[in-house]
């Protein structure tokens, strides 16, 4: 009868327990033969075992207690050793029984290889005793092969092959931070600030050993005692995440520092955590946190432009911290009041808190722009400038639209121009302006190259801004209105028209030069469909035409040229204003590309604010008393749409286009 019943239990035992057992092998399953051979059989678990130059045991013939069937390797000049297919889980510990095969003297010995690797070789032994052969710690997860090399010229049989589960390997984790910086002071006012990380650890056998490097030191407790290491105690293997505080010692001289906190249990791969601090003399020094946009406003607003901040502090000052505005500016320490060229800042024990400063360019100035530089100064501290810059703008009509560009096909690719329509009765023209960008250049920014001169233009009226003369009356049989070097354009350059300095409508993307664009012009042109108006400083691809590249080749005028440019074609029914009845009435900006637009007038009286939709829809209605007031459109979705302002008995209209 083959095994005896205690062995079957205690592998039944040790199947139930994955930690101790993770598979054996008996030679129950194997039909071996009495002489030597290569061949297989398939054994416990569906583990198929190859066997070469091995047979069975003799029917163990020296008595030595072996439990039948086992296998005997004959010798090493016949590769004799058997080998497993590859078992899934891995290995922990190893064991097997060896036994002496026939009578003959010498030592016997076999070696282990897992996965090819050799992991043991067994004690040599030559007596009639049983052996066993165990290699513990191996711990290898995922797919093994188990394999058995007879490493003598002697016969060596074995059985009852065991091997466990891979054991779980100690492991200590660092969350919250692998590299910890900044941990500085000021020479004398040490030490730093704490920061902090956290440690933790699992299948621990010894407690986790944390140390910190030369001029650091560490704590369990914020504000607790710090010292160069401390040692955190594991419970059955488990220490759970716990914080560890660190900063950089008192006492020590100006000068940067570094090191790595190290973290160590046995068995465990080491753990670190850089740290970096800087002690930085302690001189009289201050700073400055500023992010500020252009003052901007309308002159006939009478009022400041919007308040911006910015934050001053500073440390070890001997002296007041001064924050003096630019020329035409004004500094606060509160909002809304108490402007001034210049405000001080007494410290407290040489320290000034972080403070906000407000700022903003003065009332009553004429148009134009205005550049300077804050100052911040104290006594034995360079001056910090803090550079300001800001327009005062005439309002905006939005009395002009451009509605064509064109790059011709003549000799030196002209006439090349634009094409604008008065939309409004417009008293000065001077107060408008064009430029172009090149291939992509990015906004001209307030710079007007082509400044219409001065003079009146009625609602309906085409202007048009061309290179040169002669080629576009050759084109197009008639004179331009202006000429001007500027509008030397090609086919991948933006144009933006101003209005008292502000961008009010654009075609392009200043942005893009163009390329594979639908907007790309080469040889042709572009043109704005009817009843779209100013968008502002935001390309609406949408709102135009385009002839394609080379549109404008294959004639000698407009008249023969493959898409000929549909000069003074556009129309606009939408964009008429009735405003008169309420005195100084303006709307701004408008496109609306922010969510606010402002409403003034010349009155404080209460006005009555309606939205409609182009379907007649009220989509918002507000109130306000006030000679202005903004309006926040942000529940409105992109479109057209008409405003009325009702004032008393007087009433105005718009169009009102939101972006």
């Given at each position: 009868m083959k095994?005896n019943?205690i062995?079957?239990?205690?592998m039944t035992?040790c199947?139930?327990?994955?930690s101790f057992?993770q598979?054996s092998?008996t030679f129950?399953?194997?039909t071996?033969?009495?002489s030597?051979?290569?061949d297989?059989?398939?054994?416990?678990?569906?583990v198929?075992?190859?066997?070469?130059?091995s047979?069975?045991?003799?029917?163990?013939?020296?008595?030595?207690g072996i439990s039948?069937?086992?296998?005997?390797?004959?010798?090493?000049?016949?590769?004799?050793?058997?080998t497993?297919?590859?078992i899934?889980?891995?290995?922990?510990?190893?064991?097997?029984?060896?036994?002496?095969?026939f009578t003959?003297?010498?030592?016997?010995q076999?070696?282990?290889?897992i996965?090819?690797?050799?992991?043991?070789t067994s004690?040599?032994?030559?007596?009639?005793n049983?052996?066993?052969?165990?290699?513990s710690?191996i711990?290898?997860?995922?797919?093994?092969i188990?394999?058995?090399?007879n490493?003598t010229?002697?016969?060596?049989?074995i059985?009852?092959i065991?091997w466990?589960?891979?054991?779980?390997?100690?492991s200590?984790?660092?969350t919250?931070?692998s590299?910890i910086s900044?941990?500085?002071?000021?020479?004398g006012?040490g030490?730093?600030?704490?920061?902090?990380?956290?440690?933790?650890?699992?299948?621990?056998t010894?407690?986790?050993?944390v140390t910190?490097?030369?001029?650091?030191?560490?704590?369990?407790?914020?504000?607790?005692t710090f010292t160069?290491?401390?040692t955190?105690?594991?419970t059955?293997g488990?220490i759970?995440?716990?914080d560890?505080?660190?900063?950089?010692?008192?006492?020590?001289?100006v000068?940067?520092?570094?090191?790595?906190?190290?973290?160590?249990?046995?068995g465990?791969?080491d753990?670190t955590?850089a740290?970096?601090?800087e002690?930085?003399?302690?001189e009289?020094?201050?700073?400055y946190?500023a992010?500020?946009?252009d003052?901007?406003?309308?002159e006939?607003?009478?009022l400041?432009s919007?308040?911006q901040?910015?934050?001053?502090?500073?440390?070890?000052?001997t002296?007041?911290?001064?924050v003096?505005?630019?020329?035409?500016?004004e500094?606060?320490?509160?909002?809304a009041n108490?402007?001034a060229d210049?405000?001080?800042?007494t410290?407290?024990s040489?320290?000034?808190?972080e403070?906000?400063?407000?700022?903003?360019?003065?009332?009553?100035?004429?148009?134009?722009?205005y550049?300077?530089?804050i100052?911040i100064?104290s006594a034995?501290?360079a001056?910090g400038?803090i550079?300001?810059?800001?327009?005062v703008?005439?309002g905006?009509?939005n009395?002009?639209v451009?509605t064509?560009?064109?790059?011709?096909?003549?000799?030196?690719?002209?006439?090349k121009?634009i094409?604008?329509?008065?939309?409004?009765d417009v008293a000065d023209?001077?107060s408008?302006?064009?430029?172009?960008?090149?291939?992509g250049?990015?906004?001209?920014?307030?710079t007007?190259e082509?400044?219409?001169?001065?003079g009146?233009?009625?609602?309906?009226?085409?202007?048009?801004?061309s290179?040169?003369e002669?080629?576009f009356?050759?084109f197009f049989?008639?004179n331009?209105t202006?000429?001007?070097?500027?509008?030397?354009?090609?086919?991948?350059?933006a144009?933006?028209?101003y209005e008292?300095?502000?961008i009010?409508?654009?075609f392009?993307?200043?942005n893009?030069?163009f390329?594979?664009?639908?907007y790309d012009y080469?040889?042709?042109?572009?043109?704005?469909?009817s009843?779209?108006s100013?968008?502002?400083t935001?390309f609406?691809?949408?709102n135009?035409t385009?002839s394609?590249?080379?549109?404008?080749?294959?004639g000698?005028?407009?008249?023969?040229?493959?898409?000929?440019?549909?000069i003074?074609?556009?129309?606009n029914?939408?964009?008429?204003?009735?405003?008169?009845?309420i005195?100084?009435?303006?709307?701004y900006p408008?496109?609306?590309?922010?969510n606010?637009?402002?409403?003034?007038s010349?009155s404080s009286e209460t006005k009555?604010?309606?939205?409609?939709?182009?379907l007649?829809?009220?989509?918002?209605?507000?109130?306000f008393?006030?000679?202005?007031?903004?309006v926040?459109v942000?529940?409105?979705?992109?479109?057209l749409?008409i405003?009325k302002?009702t004032?008393g008995?007087?009433?105005?209209?718009?169009?009102?286009?939101?972006?």
């Amino acid at each position: 009868m083959k095994k005896n019943y205690i062995f079957t239990l205690l592998m039944t035992l040790c199947f139930s327990a994955v930690s101790f057992c993770q598979g054996s092998e008996t030679f129950t399953d194997a039909t071996l033969p009495s002489s030597y051979s290569d061949d297989s059989f398939v054994g416990a678990g569906g583990v198929t075992w190859t066997y070469l130059g091995s047979r069975d045991a003799n029917g163990d013939s020296n008595n030595s207690g072996i439990s039948l069937p086992a296998i005997m390797l004959r010798r090493v000049s016949d590769n004799s050793k058997i080998t497993s297919s590859t078992i899934v889980g891995g290995i922990g510990d190893f064991s097997v029984k060896l036994y002496k095969g026939f009578t003959g003297g010498g030592d016997r010995q076999v070696e282990l290889f897992i996965n090819g690797v050799s992991k043991g070789t067994s004690t040599p032994f030559d007596d009639f005793n049983e052996q066993t052969f165990t290699v513990s710690g191996i711990n290898i997860s995922g797919d093994v092969i188990i394999e058995i090399v007879n490493t003598t010229s002697k016969q060596v049989i074995i059985d009852d092959i065991t091997w466990t589960a891979p054991s779980a390997a100690p492991s200590v984790t660092v969350t919250n931070g692998s590299e910890i910086s900044e941990l500085d002071y000021f020479f004398g006012n040490g030490p730093s600030a704490e920061k902090d990380f956290s440690v933790g650890g699992t299948n621990l056998t010894e407690d986790i050993l944390v140390t910190a490097p030369a001029s650091f030191e560490v704590s369990l407790a914020s504000g607790g005692t710090f010292t160069e290491s401390f040692t955190l105690t594991q419970t059955n293997g488990v220490i759970t995440s716990t914080d560890v505080y660190v900063r950089l010692k008192a006492s020590l001289a100006v000068n940067t520092y570094a090191g790595n906190i190290v973290i160590t249990s046995a068995g465990a791969d080491d753990e670190t955590v850089a740290l970096s601090g800087e002690i930085s003399p302690a001189e009289a020094q201050f700073s400055y946190t500023a992010f500020l946009n252009d003052f901007n406003y309308v002159e006939s607003d009478a009022l400041p432009s919007e308040e911006q901040t910015f934050t001053v502090e500073g440390l070890f000052l001997t002296g007041d911290l001064m924050v003096t505005a630019a020329a035409n500016y004004e500094v606060s320490l509160t909002t809304a009041n108490g402007f001034a060229d210049a405000v001080t800042i007494t410290p407290s024990s040489g320290s000034v808190a972080e403070t906000t400063v407000y700022a903003r360019l003065k009332a009553g100035l004429t148009l134009g722009s205005y550049t300077g530089d804050i100052t911040i100064s104290s006594a034995g501290v360079a001056d910090g400038m803090i550079t300001v810059n800001g327009t005062v703008f005439g309002g905006t009509t939005n009395s002009i639209v451009i509605t064509g560009v064109y790059d011709g096909s003549l000799t030196g690719g002209n006439p090349k121009g634009i094409e604008v329509y008065v939309l409004k009765d417009v008293a000065d023209l001077s107060s408008f302006g064009v430029s172009s960008v090149s291939n992509g250049g990015g906004s001209t920014a307030g710079t007007v190259e082509f400044a219409f001169p001065a003079g009146s233009a009625t609602a309906g009226t085409f202007i048009y801004v061309s290179t040169e003369e002669e080629g576009f009356n050759t084109f197009f049989g008639m004179n331009p209105t202006y000429t001007s070097g500027s509008m030397g354009i090609n086919g991948d350059d933006a144009i933006e028209l101003y209005e008292n300095g502000q961008i009010i409508d654009v075609f392009g993307d200043v942005n893009n030069d163009f390329s594979g664009q639908v907007y790309d012009y080469l040889d042709g042109w572009a043109y704005r469909k009817s009843n779209t108006s100013p968008d502002g400083t935001t390309f609406t691809t949408e709102n135009w035409t385009y002839s394609g590249v080379d549109g404008l080749e294959g004639g000698t005028n407009n008249a023969t040229a493959t898409v000929p440019f549909p000069i003074g074609s556009y129309a606009n029914t939408t964009a008429s204003v009735r405003n008169t009845s309420i005195e100084g009435f303006t709307t701004y900006p408008n496109p609306v590309t922010n969510n606010i637009f402002t409403i003034k007038s010349n009155s404080s009286e209460t006005k009555e604010v309606s939205i409609f939709n182009v379907l007649g829809k009220r989509v918002l209605s507000s109130r306000f008393s006030g000679i202005q007031s903004n309006v926040d459109v942000s529940s409105i979705s992109a479109g057209l749409y008409i405003l009325k302002v009702t004032e008393g008995t007087k009433t105005a209209t718009s169009k009102l286009v939101i972006r």
